[in-house]
């Protein structure tokens, strides 16, 4: 089956610009979600598709995909986007999920 | 407003049956893919499967000979049961509404029911 590959860890100054990546064959056909967690909390949707943001997520989301590689950006990150952060995508009739990239903003 | 509710037993011994259940509130059943995820403690999150209102259901290749998710469409209910489970099974488990094919999101959650296998 396919994997969705992130990094580990990523790091940011606080007000600086962000990327957190996710790589695989199966964002070729599907596109990604991403989600973000924080300690003890439930996965929170942050961005899908083409770029769309869910209602109450602040637009310093963005998201974008070329290829096999899908990207969340955050423009001017703040303390509260201290999260770890997965994405998702279809794998044909499977779904599969990233390992997570853990960020921390400094 | 969509609400998802979920219950079930927190503490099993290896080999017994997980059995967790998921009401969904404030939307229909039709139009969307009810699903199952877990996340062990410290780790990452792993989808399990999930099923439509017509019943058709699709499974991580990994779980799919002990996993069974049903839905019951009249009580707006859908269900997971995982058989034989060791302590790798131990996770906290959460319910969630998927929509759309090539772009699908998992746009509501369960609170999540933390489950531990332990003898």
């Known amino acids: 089956s396919s994997e969705l590959t992130q990094d580990p860890a990523v790091s940011v100054a606080l007000g600086q610009t962000v990327r957190i990546t996710c790589q695989g064959d199966s964002l070729r056909t599907y596109y990604a979600s991403w989600y973000q967690q924080k300690p003890g909390q439930v996965p929170l949707l942050v961005m899908f598709?083409?770029?769309n943001r869910p209602s109450g997520i602040p637009d310093r989301f963005s998201g974008s995909s070329s290829g096999d590689t899908a990207s969340l950006t955050i423009t001017g990150a703040q303390a509260e986007d201290e999260a770890d952060y997965y994405c998702n995508s279809r794998d044909s009739t499977s779904n599969i999920f990233g390992g997570g990239t853990k960020l921390t903003v400094l | 407003q969509v609400q998802l509710q979920q219950w079930g037993a927190g503490l099993l011994k290896p080999s017994e049956t997980l059995s967790l259940t998921c009401a969904v509130y404030g939307e229909s059943f039709r139009n969307y893919y009810w699903t199952w995820i877990r996340q062990p403690p410290g780790k990452g999150l792993e989808w399990i499967g999930d099923?439509?209102?017509?019943?058709?259901?699709n499974y991580n290749p990994s779980l799919k000979s002990r996993v069974t998710i049903s839905a019951d469409t009249s009580e707006n209910q859908f269900s997971l049961k995982l058989t034989s489970v060791t302590a790798a099974d131990t996770a906290v488990y959460y319910c969630a509404r998927g929509r759309g094919w090539l772009e699908l999101r998992l746009d509501y959650w369960g609170q999540g029911t933390p489950v531990t296998v332990s003898s």
């Open positions: 598709g083409n770029n």
């Open positions: 099923v439509n209102h017509s019943g058709s259901t």
